[in-house]
């Protein structure tokens, strides 16, 4: 079965600081893979996204992630962090097959930046 | 432009009742998902509608049914309430005919069943 895992449920880190969440995933077929960021009582907001072609993808707000083939992970980095960016962070995949872009979610790393 | 529009953006319910969520896609866009993201966890895919047709279902219940309109909106339909059902339900909408093309979220319908 296909599943996304996020390693860390919470992530504190203090205003300035590098941070990294963790994201691996499982699937027997070629997946995309996604970021997105979920401020408190809105939506969800696309950060990056890889598709194909080099492994470290860079997205709005700073944030830049790589793709681990042989590791089958998506970790998404941002050198220093802003009390701003504190947040709920969701990787997902997207299974390339059936063709209908349906997104499969991890469980949510919320990031909290403290000044 | 708009975006992904929501409505009501609260609902409060109560067990066994029946409740209609309605979500508008930005537009240009004419395939709509749904998704439903209950406390601390992410999103699960409910359906996805394109030509006013359900294209594909997650794990959930006959109760969750869906509907597209001709001019693209959707609606989301949930019979007989269980507590469990309470979650804030996403929209989501993208143009078709690529094999990916972004997917843009509304805020969402918080719903509370009692």
């Known amino acids: 079965a296909q599943s996304v895992t996020q390693l860390d449920s919470q992530v504190p880190v203090f205003e300035e600081a590098p941070v990294e969440l963790r994201c691996n995933y499982s699937?027997?077929?070629?997946?995309?893979l996604f970021w997105y960021v979920q401020y408190p009582n809105q939506g969800l907001q696309l950060l990056l996204k890889?598709?194909?072609?080099?492994?470290l993808v860079k997205g709005i707000n700073g944030f830049e992630a790589e793709f681990n083939k042989s590791q089958t992970s998506f970790h998404l980095r941002k050198p220093s962090v802003h009390i701003s960016d504190t947040a709920e962070y969701f990787c997902?995949?997207?299974?390339?097959?059936?063709?209908?872009?349906?997104?499969?979610f991890g469980a949510g790393t919320r990031l909290a930046v403290h000044p | 432009d708009a975006g992904v529009t929501q409505s009501p953006t609260h609902l409060i319910k109560t067990r066994g009742q029946q409740v209609t969520l309605r979500c508008s896609p930005k537009?240009?866009?004419?395939?709509v998902s749904w998704y439903q993201q209950a406390l601390g966890q992410g999103p699960q895919f409910i359906f996805q509608?394109?030509?006013?047709?359900?294209?594909q279902r997650g794990n959930f219940p006959d109760r969750f049914s869906g509907h597209q309109f001709p001019n693209y909106s959707s609606e989301l339909n949930v019979n007989a309430l269980l507590l469990g059902d309470s979650a804030l339900y996403l929209c989501?909408?993208?143009?078709?005919?690529?094999?990916?093309?972004?997917?843009?979220f509304g805020p969402g319908t918080r719903l509370t069943v009692l």
């Open positions: 989501a909408s993208r143009r078709s005919g690529e094999e990916y093309n972004e997917q843009f």
């Open positions: 699937s027997s077929v070629s997946v995309y």
């Open positions: 890889y598709l194909s072609g080099s492994t």
């Open positions: 997902a995949v997207i299974l390339l097959s059936g063709g209908y872009n349906k997104l499969i």
């Open positions: 537009s240009g866009h004419d395939t």
């Open positions: 509608y394109y030509e006013e047709e359900e294209r």
